[in-house]
């Protein structure tokens, strides 16, 4: 018989962190979040309780089951997730872990949850994010949304990283990552006259190896743009 561990009865709700894709009902009225494997299949509240995704009815988490809200411990293993290409546009959860939960070496399986903050990733032009836009695809009467800055949103619907979270309530925190774009400061006139100096003389250059090269190939014809 394999010893139970023994219970854990801590005086604050333990903290994971998780991936998801931010989710808006599709008459705009309440916000949440749609996970990236098993909870792939239900979306869930910034406050929710947990169901087997299997359609049983015992109570998550089961320890004969692996239903139940699944989290890691580290912050870090978290954000190593979303490298992936198919995990690149969900955005990183820090939740609070509620109910009954099954600790493991990486990470908990857990009864309930509040998540506490939302981190979205840059716009993939590499801006920050600005807005949350329709990503083009959802579930079960939710559309998903991608972080984006004002520009590449265009003309599809959007919605303020503010106006996400007040949709989320529960007191959800939405926060945009730095951008990856470069940050140094636009060239100005002398650096733009000097460019432009130097590109001419490149021109030039090739245009006189043109020349020498129609001569030793017997033409007497001035280059391109020479003429």
Same mark, same amino acid.
């Given at each position: 018989?394999?010893?139970?561990?023994?219970?854990?009865?801590?005086?604050?709700?333990?903290?994971?962190?998780?991936?998801?894709?931010?989710?808006?009902?599709?008459?705009?009225?309440?916000?949440?979040?749609?996970?990236?494997?098993?909870?792939?299949?239900?979306?869930?509240?910034?406050?929710?309780?947990?169901?087997?995704?299997?359609?049983?009815?015992?109570?998550?988490?089961?320890?004969?089951?692996?239903?139940?809200?699944?989290?890691?411990?580290?912050?870090?293993?978290?954000?190593?997730?979303?490298?992936?290409?198919?995990?690149?546009?969900?955005?990183?959860?820090?939740?609070?872990?509620?109910?009954?939960?099954?600790?493991?070496?990486?990470?908990?399986?857990?009864?309930?949850?509040?998540?506490?903050?939302?981190?979205?990733?840059?716009?993939?032009?590499?801006?920050?994010?600005?807005?949350?836009?329709?990503?083009?695809?959802?579930?079960?009467?939710?559309?998903?949304?991608?972080?984006?800055?004002?520009?590449?949103?265009? =003309? @599809?619907?959007? $919605?303020?990283?503010?106006?996400? +979270? &007040? *949709?989320?309530?529960?007191?959800?925190?939405?926060? /945009?990552? #730095?951008?990856?774009?470069?940050?140094?400061?636009?060239?100005?006139?002398?650096?733009?006259?000097?460019?432009?100096?130097?590109?001419? =003389? @490149?021109?030039? $250059?090739?245009?006189?190896?043109? +020349? &020498? *090269?129609?001569?030793?190939?017997?033409?007497?014809? /001035?280059? #391109?743009?020479?003429?």
């Amino acid at each position: 018989m394999r010893p139970r561990l023994p219970e854990e009865r801590p005086t604050e709700p333990p903290t994971g962190y998780k991936i998801a894709h931010p989710v808006l009902d599709a008459d705009g009225g309440r916000a949440g979040f749609l996970g990236v494997s098993l909870g792939a299949a239900a979306p869930y509240r910034v406050l929710d309780v947990a169901r087997c995704v299997y359609g049983r009815r015992h109570r998550a988490p089961h320890r004969r089951c692996d239903c139940g809200f699944h989290c890691v411990h580290e912050r870090r293993v978290a954000e190593g997730l979303l490298v992936h290409a198919e995990h690149r546009r969900a955005v990183l959860l820090e939740v609070g872990v509620l109910g009954s939960y099954i600790r493991f070496e990486h990470g908990f399986r857990y009864e309930r949850q509040r998540v506490r903050t939302a981190t979205v990733g840059p716009c993939p032009c590499g801006a920050a994010a600005s807005v949350l836009a329709d990503a083009g695809w959802g579930r079960d009467g939710r559309r998903v949304l991608e972080a984006a800055c004002r520009g590449c949103a265009g =003309a @599809r619907p959007r $919605w303020t990283l503010q106006t996400f +979270a &007040r *949709l989320a309530g529960d007191g959800l925190t939405v926060r /945009a990552a #730095p951008g990856t774009e470069a940050t140094g400061e636009a060239p100005g006139m002398p650096e733009l006259v000097a460019e432009a100096a130097l590109l001419q =003389a @490149r021109l030039d $250059w090739f245009q006189g190896q043109l +020349a &020498r *090269l129609g001569k030793a190939m017997g033409g007497g014809g /001035a280059p #391109p743009g020479r003429r």
